[in-house]
């Protein structure tokens, strides 16, 4: 299978599973992704999802360039089930292990926390390659560390480690290689344990209030952003003061 889904308690983890090809992707895994993250954001008992390579090489290394003559349109949520998918207001990690290289860290890119072993490395080096990175990198990356940084990379095609990804924003945590998975686990165990309501109306507030035209308009709009209206009529929104006044761990909603 070149896609894992697995699910324990409320954490749904999907792998790319081709290391032999450092995990590039092929067309049937773009709707496999489609599918395995719609599944994932219908699912309320499951509150967040992590992305992952196979082995010890590679996260991923972008399309694979032996089907690029059997690429159709993509699914409607875009590159990899993923890239355009701008409703998923569950949180969502990247635990990258060796290269996240094109369409690779475009996938990256598109979470919202990356945790990266030491050997990692990311890079768009499309345009060595003759090739435009048309799966969102072009955007996000400058929108997420700068524009000078990020054209330094997109021009160049350069490649960084984890450490100077880690420097430049792009990454949350770097560990040992043999640490990854457990700093993953830790960075779930601690959005766990907040209000699944509160996480989700502040992934959506953050994400749409980047993109209004000024800070006011954010602040004058969040009250009117879905996922804010949801956690602001849930029982969440009252359990968290009155545990908080009881001395007691909060109960939250599912």
Not at 24 to 35: K, N, V
């Amino acid at each position: 299978m070149d896609i894992i889904v697995e699910q324990k308690a409320q954490v749904t983890t999907i792998t790319l599973n081709r290391p032999a090809a450092m995990n590039a992707i092929t067309p049937e895994m773009h709707e496999g992704l489609h599918a395995a993250f719609d599944a994932f954001a219908a699912q309320d008992s499951q509150r967040i999802c992590v992305i992952k390579g196979a082995g010890e090489r590679a996260f991923c290394a972008g399309s694979d360039l032996k089907t690029v003559d059997q690429q159709g349109a993509y699914p409607s949520s875009g590159y990899a089930g993923l890239i355009e998918r701008y409703d998923l207001n569950k949180p969502i990690i990247a635990a990258v292990n060796g290269l996240a290289l094109g369409g690779g860290f475009e996938i990256a890119l598109a979470c919202d926390i990356i945790v990266a072993s030491e050997t990692a490395s990311f890079g768009l080096p499309e345009p060595l390659a003759g090739v435009v990175a048309l799966g969102g990198g072009l955007h996000r990356l400058p929108r997420q560390i700068g524009l000078k940084q990020a054209m330094g990379m997109i021009l160049t095609g350069q490649r960084v480690d984890a450490a100077k990804a880690e420097s430049l924003g792009l990454v949350n945590q770097v560990v040992a290689p043999e640490a990854l998975d457990a700093a993953v686990e830790t960075w779930c165990e601690s959005i766990l344990r907040a209000s699944p309501m509160a996480v989700r109306a502040s992934k959506q507030t953050v994400m749409r209030g980047l993109d209004e035209p000024s800070l006011a308009d954010a602040l004058k709009n969040q009250g009117g952003y879905p996922a804010y209206r949801d956690w602001a009529k849930s029982e969440d929104a009252r359990e968290g003061p009155r545990a908080f006044a009881e001395k007691r761990s909060p109960k939250w909603q599912v």
